[in-house]
């Protein structure tokens, strides 16, 4: 089994990236979509994914393609596997929904956030229930001190110290602005993850809006 691999990133797009390894060698590597988007400013530098590799099946189960599926920690890898023993999601579904960083959806699961969850690609409500029902006493050790946590939750804070909640009451009010959660979620995650930390709830809104406009 390929448990890591390392390279010169190529390229990248949604759900795979390209590594140039030795004697002219090339690997695509799946990855999920939110990897994808902490990667694409890396392109030509030395990156290393944590590994997984499986069987693809192809044309009703005809054809078996081996595929390799890489994560940024050892972290995200063991929250993969848990994620797709739910029923209902395989690999290539698991990748595809991750499209929020391991400790959100793992704060979503633990805090029966299906709204959260329903905001991932291919997670319906139906889904968000399941993954709820089967995981949300199972992914403590994943959840650490996730900025989205329910607001007043005082479990963890921020890098800066601050209590978690602003991002989730900024969550909340951006959502009823009428934007995607998901990507809400990820524009407010670029915010409290800058040198610059916002000070008050307005002050990350703001920034999220200039964001979004590309100021």
Same mark, same amino acid.
């Given at each position: 089994?390929?448990?890591?691999?390392? *390279?010169?990133?190529?390229? $990248?797009?949604?759900?795979?990236?390209?590594?140039?390894?030795?004697?002219?060698?090339?690997?695509? $590597?799946? $990855?999920?979509?939110?990897?994808?988007?902490?990667?694409?400013?890396?392109? *030509?530098?030395?990156?290393?994914? #944590?590994?997984?590799?499986?069987?693809?099946?192809?044309?009703?189960?005809?054809?078996?393609?081996?595929?390799?599926?890489?994560?940024?920690?050892?972290?995200?890898?063991?929250?993969?596997?848990?994620?797709?023993?739910?029923?209902?999601?395989?690999?290539? %579904?698991?990748?595809?929904?991750? @499209?929020?960083?391991?400790?959100?959806? !793992?704060?979503?699961?633990?805090?029966?956030? !299906? @709204?959260?969850?329903?905001?991932?690609?291919?997670?319906?409500?139906?889904?968000?229930?399941?993954?709820?029902?089967?995981?949300?006493?199972? $992914?403590?050790?994943?959840?650490? !001190?996730? !900025?989205?946590?329910? /607001?007043?939750?005082? @479990?963890? %804070?921020?890098?800066?110290?601050?209590?978690?909640?602003?991002?989730?009451?900024?969550?909340?009010?951006?959502?009823?602005? *009428?934007?995607?959660?998901?990507?809400?979620?990820?524009?407010?995650? #670029?915010?409290?993850?800058?040198?610059?930390?916002?000070?008050?709830?307005?002050?990350?809104? /703001?920034?999220?809006?200039?964001? %979004?406009?590309?100021?």
């Amino acid at each position: 089994m390929i448990a890591r691999i390392a *390279g010169i990133l190529e390229s $990248v797009d949604e759900s795979s990236v390209t590594l140039a390894g030795e004697a002219g060698m090339a690997y695509e $590597v799946l $990855v999920p979509a939110y990897t994808g988007m902490r990667l694409g400013g890396q392109i *030509g530098q030395r990156v290393e994914l #944590h590994t997984l590799c499986y069987l693809d099946s192809q044309n009703q189960g005809a054809t078996l393609l081996p595929r390799l599926a890489g994560f940024l920690s050892p972290a995200d890898r063991q929250f993969f596997d848990l994620f797709t023993s739910c029923k209902g999601i395989g690999n290539r %579904k698991g990748l595809r929904a991750m @499209a929020l960083e391991t400790t959100q959806i !793992a704060t979503a699961i633990a805090g029966r956030d !299906a @709204a959260v969850l329903q905001s991932l690609p291919e997670i319906g409500r139906r889904t968000a229930e399941t993954i709820i029902a089967t995981l949300h006493d199972k $992914v403590d050790a994943f959840v650490g !001190a996730s !900025a989205f946590a329910p /607001a007043g939750n005082d @479990a963890g %804070k921020s890098a800066s110290g601050r209590p978690v909640g602003i991002a989730r009451e900024a969550l909340d009010l951006i959502v009823q602005l *009428g934007e995607d959660r998901t990507q809400a979620i990820q524009w407010i995650d #670029h915010v409290m993850h800058s040198d610059e930390k916002p000070r008050d709830v307005q002050q990350l809104i /703001a920034r999220v809006y200039q964001i %979004k406009s590309g100021t």
